[in-house]
Every structure is written in structure tokens, then in C-alpha cells.
């Protein structure tokens, strides 16, 4: 199952789509599984979904979908949540991910297809230029602290100087 | 005769917060994105990429900030307040104008013209809104720290907004020397000096041409 979270006029809404298990090969067979829905041409996407996508979507705000979405979960898995953060998109799955990119990283060994994103997790770019951001937020007491050591310098020599 | 204005810390903060400002609002342009619409990735591939242009953004960021808190505080602790907005800049400012327009007598002025004081308050205000919503974004995008969605929504709104006034208040900071009179200022913040018969003429409250 695949549910997806957009925004409208700036208030959170959800968009659910449907996605039954056995799709699965379909989704994997486009350019990312993440992205199946956007990426395969209507006339490649697999009948039930066509159907699917011609519904029309329920609109939420973002905190009740998610209490929606942790209930249509129930006993299965889901990811989302905690991962790929600020999408607003959730998977729910009755296999674990890690079973399904391993199946898949072997379906595209050998293959030109090897390398490709899969179901892997992967770590938040943002976290790459931490450093950067901490430095930023220190400038402002670092200006604070030189311009009182110059000053303080400055008042010194005066007094010196008489 | 030249009399010395602007000292060399002066002219660093000034040349360094230009310098960074250009950088930010660069940096920040193509964080929107734009890189790839314009063509620009065919000269410099990276430049579409977020997470290449975010740590310049850092960087020019740090600088910019350094500066501007740096230039506040110095002054503060020095008592150097000359560049303040004093009571009555509004209508000098206007009687000053009104004067290079028409050839009149502009009224006497300090180290700074009125209107050097007003415009460094309006940037003051643009800066600190840029500093204050870009230290916010900075700080939500660490590990661990989210604000609301509304709330992000306006820190991006105000961020973008005290770009567009920046770039406004540079065009009138430019539109400046369209005067001749003003243009005899530029040469301080290159060697920190200004003809002394002009300091006389223009700034006779100023008392540091007569040194």
C-alpha cells in the first residue's frame, strides 16, 4: 500500500493511493520504486492502478492523516514516518523494505539496471553540511566576542595613552 | 587636503557584507531552483544541486553574520553612534534632496548625511530580518529539530522577502552617486579618505576637517 501526503495553499493535505502487494513487480520494473507513480506513462502503469489514481482523493491535515495512516497500518510496517523526512510520503507494507531491496539489489546484480535506488535506506544529505550550519548559528556569538576583546582593547590603549 | 573618514575596520565590514551579501543572494537564488531552467548548469553542472550550494550559502552566511553583528557591537561598546538615525533625518533628508534637485543650500550636516543615517537604518532592519529567519532555517535544518509547517512557511516568506528588499535598497544605495555632490564620498570606503574642502563645504558639523 502506498499513501501519499501533499500540500495545498499551504495547509497540509493527503492524498491516498492504493497499492495492493502484488504490484510490487510492476513498481519495481520503472525507474524507482519511490517514484513508480510519477514515473511510468499511464499506459504502462499497471491496470488496478489506473483505476486507482482515477478516484478522487480525501483531503486531511497532515496530523490526522498521519493517526489515519498508523491505523490502516495496523500490524504491517511502515515507513515514512522517520524516514525520507519532509515528503510527507508513507509506505505501508506487509513485507519489511529490507526483504524488498534485497530481492531486487539481486534481480539488478549483473544487470545495467545494478546500483539503481532501491529500498535501501539512505542517510539525510542534510546531515552532510551539519558543520556548516553550526558555524553559522556560532557567528553571531564569535562577532559578539571579538568586537568586546577589540573594544575592550581599544578602551585600554586610550587609557594609556593619557 | 584630505581628511580621513573611514578607518580600515570601516572599510573590511563594509567590503566584506557586500562581498557576502552578493554571495547569499547568489547562492540562495539558485537554491530555488533556477540553475537548470536558465541554462547555468551547462556552464557549472553543480550549481543545481542543493547540497552544493547550501554550504556556500553556509558559508557566505558566516561572514555576512560575523560582520553585521560584529559592526553593531563594536560600535555599541565604543560609543560610536554617528551612523544612528537622529530626530529630524526625515525632513533634512527631504531639504537635502530637494536641494541637489534645484541647487539650493542644503543644510549643514555631520560626519554622515541624514539620509546616509536613514539608509543605513533600513538596511539594519532588511539585515536583521535576513539574519534572524536564516539563523531559524539554519537551525531547523540540524538533525533532530523541526518547527511547525506554518511556521516554516513564513520563515521562508520573510527570508525571500528581505532578499527582494536588499537587492531594492542596493539599487538605492547606488541611485546615490547618481548626485555629483555624493560621489566626492566614494573615495572613503576605497582609501578612507575625502577631499577636505568637501568634508568643509558638505559636512561643516563634522568638526574632523579641521585637524
Not at chain 1, 48 to 59: D, E, G, I, R
Not at chain 1, 133 to 145: F, H, N, Q, S, V
Not at chain 2, 10 to 23: K, L, P
Not at chain 2, 52 to 79: K, M
Request: glycine letters at 6%.
Amino acid at each position: 500500500m502506498f499513501v501519499r501526503g501533499a500540500f495545498r495553499n499551504d495547509k497540509p493535505v493527503l492524498v491516498f493511493i492504493l497499492m495492493w502487494l502484488r504490484l510490487l513487480p510492476a513498481v519495481a520494473s520503472c525507474t524507482s520504486a519511490i517514484f513508480a507513480l510519477t514515473d511510468c506513462e499511464m499506459d504502462k502503469r499497471p491496470p488496478v492502478l489506473k483505476v486507482v489514481l482515477k478516484k478522487p482523493f480525501p483531503f486531511l491535515p497532515l496530523e490526522q492523516a498521519l493517526i489515519t495512516v498508523r491505523q490502516m497500518a495496523a500490524n504491517r510496517y511502515l515507513y515514512g514516518v522517520n524516514e525520507n523526512g519532509g515528503t510527507a510520503t508513507w509506505y505501508i507494507s506487509s513485507v519489511p523494505f529490507e526483504e524488498l531491496n534485497k530481492a531486487i539489489v539481486e534481480n539488478q546484480k549483473n544487470t545495467e539496471k545494478a546500483g539503481r535506488p532501491a529500498f535501501q535506506a539512505v542517510a539525510p544529505q542534510l546531515k552532510e553540511s551539519s558543520s556548516w550550519a553550526i558555524a553559522t548559528l556560532a557567528a553571531p556569538l564569535a562577532a559578539a566576542a571579538t568586537a568586546y576583546l577589540i573594544a575592550r582593547r581599544k578602551k585600554s590603549q586610550k587609557k594609556e595613552d593619557k | 587636503m584630505r581628511v580621513y573618514r573611514q578607518s580600515v575596520r570601516n572599510r573590511f565590514v563594509h567590503w566584506g557584507i557586500a562581498f557576502s551579501c552578493f554571495g547569499l543572494m547568489a547562492t540562495g537564488i539558485l537554491q530555488m531552483p533556477v540553475a537548470k531552467r536558465y541554462g547555468l548548469t551547462q556552464v557549472f553542472p553543480s550549481t543545481a544541486d542543493f547540497f552544493t550550494t547550501l554550504p556556500w550559502h553556509y558559508a557566505f552566511a558566516i561572514l555576512f553574520t560575523f560582520l553585521c553583528v560584529f559592526h553593531l557591537v563594536v560600535h555599541a561598546l565604543e560609543g560610536d553612534f554617528d551612523i544612528v538615525p537622529q530626530k529630524g533625518d526625515f525632513s533634512k533628508s527631504v531639504a537635502i534632496i530637494k536641494a541637489l534637485l534645484t541647487g539650493g543650500q542644503e543644510p549643514p550636516s555631520g560626519k554622515y548625511l541624514p539620509e546616509q543615517r536613514l539608509a543605513w537604518a533600513a538596511f539594519a532592519a532588511v539585515f536583521a530580518l535576513l539574519i534572524i529567519t536564516g539563523l531559524l532555517k539554519t537551525l531547523k535544518n540540524l538533525s533532530g529539530i523541526d518547527f511547525p509547517d506554518p511556521v516554516l512557511f513564513w520563515l521562508a516568506q520573510l527570508h525571500n522577502l528581505g532578499m527582494v528588499l536588499a537587492i531594492l535598497l542596493f539599487i538605492g544605495h547606488m541611485a546615490a552617486f547618481i548626485f555629483k555632490a555624493n560621489r566626492f564620498l566614494l573615495p572613503a570606503m576605497f582609501s578612507g579618505y575625502v577631499d577636505a574642502d568637501y568634508a568643509k563645504h558638505r559636512h561643516s558639523l563634522w568638526k574632523e576637517y579641521e585637524k
